[in-house]
């Protein structure tokens, strides 16, 4: 059952590799924030113009990129490995985090699985953003301060907490919440041993988080910005109309994505239900048995109502039995059988209360980030990501030992074909491929598309990887080549191309354009349901989608400086040469 897991794993990380290798980048921050590597790689250093608060926290990711490219030469399959290999550290960590307890090596194996089935990781791997990194930085730091110290002795184990702590740090300064939820999980445990685990595991944890708090405020000083304000990114002022669109946009969110449980994504929601009650109660005191018996039904329960009570808003139904997504729906009646068989694992082989109070407590401080800071994405929960895989992990552990025990092997078998089932069907979501403006993806789609020979030309594959994207960058592209001029637009994408040339604002009178060459405007939905987007009022959603910047229509009545369209795909994007 493990090679069978573990094999579904394997082809995850085999297939992201190729991708990776041959697939220019084409997520939307994973482009905004390369610009920093871009213009690290032909200058040097890591102070630019524009370069502020919300680049400068992520110094992991993008400086070594942009170190590599200044050794190698700018080829966007090396940035692409460099962030593929966090992939494989976050598999690898939450795989041992789970392995720790009772399970073993296959309650680590499904927590990998879980890791594919989740379509965050599995379309964020390589991507090129900070939330796997930051994600496999804090499952390392954990696996090094919960496991034993085996072979490495207290002294090494200390400093490899330090150096992945700071790491983790540097990675994105969300990796704070979830170091404090580690700090505060080594309290569990025998009394007697409790200062030498604070003194061997808590103060190198807290040293490397210090060395990475040390780089924001030396950064926060540097760049004239409060500290408080450096960690949330905030660089000036935000006015009342982005502060109201996010207030809008966090509000609608509580009430789909939070209340909705899909923070793993829709095939996992019953078991994550599952797994925190059965924690919750484990942790009480309560014996496994009894805890998985108020486990299932209340999960299966709780899978209905939290859905059903949550607003779905502008991403459409939530929960696992909405009837559009059929795999979700199938996939989760058939762990309904497993869960209530789990109460028959028996009571040695359960979990012990000790590992799933640790996981549920550094799990904890990050998805509380998360819910009060910015719950329109589910990714941003990544710090939380490897508490949260094994808890689930653990909980189909006793599912599967459980199935075993009343119905035999071959029942036992059942289970891991569901899961590996949700995982290979969770892999049309590789990578974000066939990305398209209404926010579907489909790999299957875009690998269709791009053919044998598509493989080999870096403009063929991000036109299959995102349509839209590759026929921006080709439209602009060839509107620079008429003129040597720069580039203004809204859309901080083209910073990755042209870093020298593109500058991204805000303009909103035709005079704006003037000591430019280029206009490129772009449109995308708020995100917001349309009751939302009436109450943010028009003034209020113009501040926070850009305004006339966003806006074909107005730059096409420019005379002075003349605004002449030269390529558009209506609805998403436009591209204007300017006439001096």
């Given at each position: 059952?493990?090679?069978?897991?573990?094999?579904?794993v394997?082809?995850?990380?085999?297939?992201?590799a190729?991708?990776?290798?041959?697939?220019?980048?084409?997520?939307?921050?994973?482009?905004?924030?390369?610009r920093w590597?871009?213009?690290?790689?032909?200058e040097?250093?890591?102070?630019?113009?524009?370069?502020?608060?919300g680049?400068?926290?992520?110094?992991?990711?993008?400086v070594?990129?942009?170190?590599?490219?200044?050794v190698?030469?700018?080829?966007?399959?090396?940035?692409?490995?460099?962030?593929y290999?966090?992939?494989?550290?976050?598999?690898?960590?939450?795989w041992?985090?789970?392995?720790?307890?009772?399970?073993?090596?296959?309650?680590?194996?499904?927590a990998?699985?879980?890791?594919v089935a989740?379509p965050?990781?599995?379309?964020?791997?390589?991507?090129g953003?900070?939330?796997?990194?930051?994600?496999?930085?804090?499952?390392?730091?954990?696996?090094?301060?919960?496991?034993p110290?085996?072979?490495r002795g207290?002294?090494?184990t200390?400093?490899?907490?330090?150096?992945?702590?700071?790491?983790?740090?540097?990675a994105?300064?969300?990796?704070?919440?979830?170091?404090?939820g580690?700090?505060?999980?080594?309290l569990?445990?025998?009394?007697?041993?409790?200062?030498?685990?604070l003194?061997?595991?808590?103060?190198?944890?807290?040293?490397?988080?210090?060395?990475?708090?040390?780089?924001?405020?030396?950064?926060a000083?540097?760049?004239?910005?409060?500290?408080?304000?450096?960690?949330?990114g905030v660089?000036?002022?935000?006015?009342?109309?982005v502060?109201?669109y996010?207030?809008?946009?966090?509000?609608?969110?509580?009430g789909?994505?939070?209340?909705?449980?899909?923070?793993?994504?829709?095939?996992?929601?019953?078991?994550?239900l599952?797994?925190?009650?059965?924690?919750a109660?484990?942790?009480?005191?309560?014996?496994?048995?009894?805890?998985?018996?108020?486990?299932?039904p209340?999960?299966?329960?709780?899978?209905?109502?939290?859905?059903?009570?949550?607003?779905?808003g502008?991403?459409?139904?939530?929960?696992?039995?909405?009837?559009?997504?059929?795999?979700?729906?199938?996939?989760?009646?058939?762990?309904?059988?497993?869960?209530?068989?789990?109460?028959?694992?028996?009571?040695?082989?359960?979990?012990?209360r000790?590992?799933?109070?640790?996981?549920?407590?550094w799990?904890?401080?990050?998805?509380?980030a998360?819910?009060?800071?910015?719950?329109f994405?589910?990714?941003?929960l990544?710090?939380a990501?490897?508490?949260?895989?094994?808890?689930?992990?653990l909980?189909?552990?006793?599912?599967?030992r459980?199935t075993?025990?009343a119905?035999?092997?071959?029942?036992?078998?059942?289970?891991?074909a569901?899961?590996?089932?949700?995982?290979?069907?969770?892999?049309?979501?590789?990578?974000?491929?066939?990305?398209?403006?209404?926010?579907?993806?489909?790999a299957?789609?875009?690998l269709?598309?791009?053919?044998?020979?598509?493989?080999?030309?870096?403009?063929?594959?991000?036109?299959?990887?995102?349509?839209?994207?590759?026929?921006l960058?080709?439209?602009?592209?060839?509107?620079?080549?008429?003129?040597?001029?720069?580039?203004?637009s809204?859309?901080?994408r083209?910073?990755?191309?042209?870093?020298?040339?593109?500058?991204?604002?805000?303009?909103?009178?035709?005079?704006d354009?003037r000591g430019?060459?280029?206009?490129?405007?772009?449109?995308?939905?708020?995100?917001?349901?349309?009751?939302?987007?009436?109450?943010l009022?028009?003034?209020?959603?113009?501040?926070?989608?850009?305004?006339?910047?966003?806006?074909?229509?107005?730059?096409?009545?420019?005379?002075?400086p003349?605004a002449?369209?030269?390529?558009q795909r209506?609805?998403?994007?436009?591209?204007?040469?300017?006439?001096?």
């Open positions: 059952m493990r090679r069978a897991l573990g094999a579904v394997a082809l995850f990380l085999a297939a992201l190729w991708v990776a290798v041959w697939v220019p980048f084409h997520a939307t921050d994973a482009l905004i924030y390369g590597s871009r213009l690290i790689a032909l040097g250093g890591i102070d630019f113009p524009g370069i502020g608060a680049y400068l926290q992520r110094p992991l990711l993008y070594v990129q942009g170190w590599l490219w200044d190698f030469g700018f080829h966007e399959w090396i940035g692409r490995l460099w962030a290999a966090f992939v494989a550290v976050l598999v690898f960590a939450v041992r985090v789970a392995a720790l307890d009772r399970g073993g090596a296959t309650a680590g194996a499904i990998a699985v879980l890791l989740s965050d990781v599995v379309a964020l791997g390589a991507a953003l900070t939330d796997v990194p930051v994600a496999a930085m804090v499952a390392l730091t954990g696996l090094l301060v919960l496991a110290d085996g072979r207290p002294w090494l200390g400093v490899l907490i330090a150096v992945a702590a700071a790491l983790a740090g540097l994105k300064v969300s990796a704070f919440f979830a170091l404090l580690l700090g505060l999980a080594l569990v445990g025998p009394r007697g041993e409790l200062v030498g685990r003194v061997r595991r808590g103060v190198p944890l807290a040293a490397g988080g210090l060395v990475a708090l040390g780089w924001n405020a030396i950064q000083d540097r760049t004239g910005v409060a500290l408080a304000d450096f960690l949330r660089e000036g002022r935000l006015s009342a109309g502060t109201s996010y207030e809008q946009l966090n509000a609608q969110s509580r789909s994505f939070i209340a909705g449980m899909e923070w793993l994504g829709p095939y996992l929601t019953l078991p994550l599952f797994a925190l009650v059965y924690a109660v484990r942790i009480a005191g309560r014996p496994h048995r009894l805890a998985a018996t108020i486990a299932a209340a999960g299966l329960l709780l899978s209905f109502v939290l859905p059903a009570l949550a607003e779905s502008a991403t459409g139904a939530v929960g696992p039995w909405d009837l559009e997504r059929p795999v979700a729906v199938v996939g989760t009646l058939a762990l309904v059988v497993p869960l209530w068989l789990s109460r028959d694992c028996p009571e040695d082989e359960a979990p012990t000790a590992h799933l109070a640790r996981l549920a407590i799990a904890l401080p990050p998805t509380l998360w819910i009060a800071s910015a719950p994405q589910t990714r941003y990544s710090p990501w490897a508490p949260l895989y094994a808890l689930v992990a909980a189909l552990w006793t599912a599967l459980g075993m025990a119905r035999g092997p071959r029942w036992g078998w059942a289970v891991v569901v899961l590996v089932a949700l995982a290979v069907v969770d892999l049309r979501n590789l990578d974000g491929l066939g990305s398209r403006p209404d926010g579907s993806i489909s299957g789609r875009a269709s598309e791009l053919k044998l020979t598509g493989w080999f030309d870096p403009d063929e594959a991000r036109a299959a990887a995102d349509p839209s994207l590759g026929a960058v080709d439209a602009t592209g060839a509107a620079l080549a008429a003129d040597p001029g720069r580039v203004i809204v859309d901080g083209l910073g990755f191309y042209w870093p020298l040339r593109a500058v991204r604002g805000e303009p909103q009178a035709c005079a354009l430019f060459g280029t206009l490129v405007v772009t449109q995308s939905a708020t995100g917001l349901d349309p009751e939302r987007e009436r109450a009022g028009e003034e209020a959603l113009g501040e926070a989608t850009g305004g006339n910047a966003a806006d074909p229509d107005f730059w096409s009545r420019c005379r002075d003349r002449v369209k030269v390529a209506p609805g998403e994007f436009a591209v204007f040469r300017v006439e001096r």
